[in-house]
Each structure stands twice: as C-alpha cells, then as structure tokens.
C-alpha cells in the first residue's frame, strides 16, 4: 500500500489518496479548502489507478505536486495489523521482525492483506512468526 498527498497552489491543503500494491484506489481523503467546482470535478474525474493519476497531471501542466509517503513500518503497526494473538509468538515473531531489513520489513507488511486474501476457505492463515520466516511476499 502507497500514501500521496496531493497538494496545490490551487487550493489550501491537500488531498490523500492511498493505492493498493497493483496502483489502484483504495482510500481517498480531502483535506483541503477546495471549491464547490473544484471538488466536484475531483470526485467526478479523479483516476482510479496511480500511473493515469500521475499522467494526468503531467499531461495537464498542472502545478500540483503528488508526493508519496515513505512508511516505515514498525513491529506494532505489523503485529497489530496480522493480529493472531492468541496463537501467534509475540517473542519469536519480534525476534524474527528484528532480524529483516527495512525493505523486506515494509514487503512484508504490504502482502498481509494480499496473503489473508489468497487464503483457501477453510484454511487457517499461518502463524505471524511463520508468515515471516516463510517470506511469501518473495514468491
């Protein structure tokens, strides 16, 4: 999952748009002091897919700046996240989160909700700390 804040010199504030690992629209929030026209035709044309997004105000010559939020995931926003407490090892699933570089980290973070989706009916989803060493986000 990626964050872009949205600003411009068009308005006051910005707009939060957050996108799926494949780059589509997830979540949209608008925080910013926008006009009745101005609001209306972002609801109305905004691109449901990053790449079009960013195209679009390239291709505009818009003076809108779209940034992306680096997150860095920690322990607690990944354990909170899984959340398989009754089963899963806090302690060996830290040990192991410790262990993984910043990159393999945010890997892993992002696929949860890819992984719970890939599950079969019937299936329990893995351990959290076998859900780490088990590195399917690398697959």
Do not use: H
């Amino acid at each position: 999952m990626s964050t872009y804040f949205l600003t411009s010199p068009e308005f006051e504030g910005e707009i939060v748009l957050e996108y799926n690992d494949e780059g589509m629209l997830l979540k949209l929030d608008i925080r910013a002091t926008l006009t009745t026209g101005q609001r209306s035709w972002f609801v109305n044309n905004l691109p449901p897919s990053l790449d079009k997004l960013q195209a679009l105000l390239k291709s505009s010559g818009s003076k809108s700046r779209l940034d992306e939020v680096t997150f860095e995931p920690r322990f607690e926003d990944f354990w909170t996240r899984y959340d398989d407490r009754t089963l899963s090892s806090r302690k060996r699933s830290l040990a192991k989160w410790n262990r993984m570089s910043k990159s393999e980290q945010l890997k892993a973070y992002r696929y949860i909700s890819r992984y719970f989706a890939e599950i079969p009916y019937g299936t329990r989803k893995k351990f959290s700390e076998t859900y780490l060493n088990s590195e399917l986000w690398n697959n």
